[in-house]
């Protein structure tokens, strides 16, 4: 087990502002007719995503400049820390703008995305709505919260499963054909679409209670939703029923299936 030489809950306030003020130079470019360019892989980036990331990259140096840090774009350009990322213990994983297609279509849904990965398992995590001005964090067990538009943190937690059916929240840009053959198979009462990781967060607050993705992800797109739904006392597990882990080569997931209670 990896020690570290400082209390990461400790951390989740600086983490947070962060994130927040991350999220505020995307507003200010959101405002803006920015311009979109594709990626090697054919996703979008936008000055967003970089001047987010480049604030965050910043503040974590600040923050832990011994830790590794794997943000999306700089991994998008080959830049990543040296070393094996299944050998680091710790490290942080960025998504500076989760959501670079619903931040194109102008919807909201949208986030910035900041994860301490520990031992493969994501620890810390801070969620930042920009639009709706929300925050859920959480690090460790019990400890998930949002924060609505300023005010007091509100503790959150999973629910148990309704009698009358799941509440199912799916992506809103990239559903599987799978996802629809794998809910045939459940009781189902509501299916939610949303986009980014808010998918994790409706889990969290219990407003949802099952989230299955049957496509590609990376590791930065779900650290940080994935550590706010452990702190909220559900689970991320693969299809073969074993937990998400990150650290992996090239930080892509298998398909997984978020659970609440």
Sequence with gaps: MTSLS???ARLLPDVAALAMAAGRAIMAIYQTDFAVTAK????????ADLAAEALILEGLAQLTPELPVVAEEVAAAGRLPAGDPGQWGAFWLVDPLDGTKEFVKRNGEFTVNIALVVDGTP???VVHTPVRNWLHQGCGPGTASVVRDGGPARPIAVRPAPAQGLTVVASRSHRAYGTEQYLASLKIDTV???????K?????????DLYPRLGPTCEWDTAAGHAVVLAAGGTVKTFDGDPLRYGKPGFLNP???VKGG
């Design 192 to 198: 939610v679409a949303a986009g980014s990781s808010l």
């Design 123 to 125: 620890l810390l995590g």
């Design 6 to 8: 400082f209390n990461p």
């Design 200 to 208: 994790f967060c409706l889990g969290a607050e219990g407003q949802a």
């Design 40 to 47: 090697d892989d054919r996703s979008p980036v936008t000055a």
């Design 255 to 257: 398909f997984f299936v």
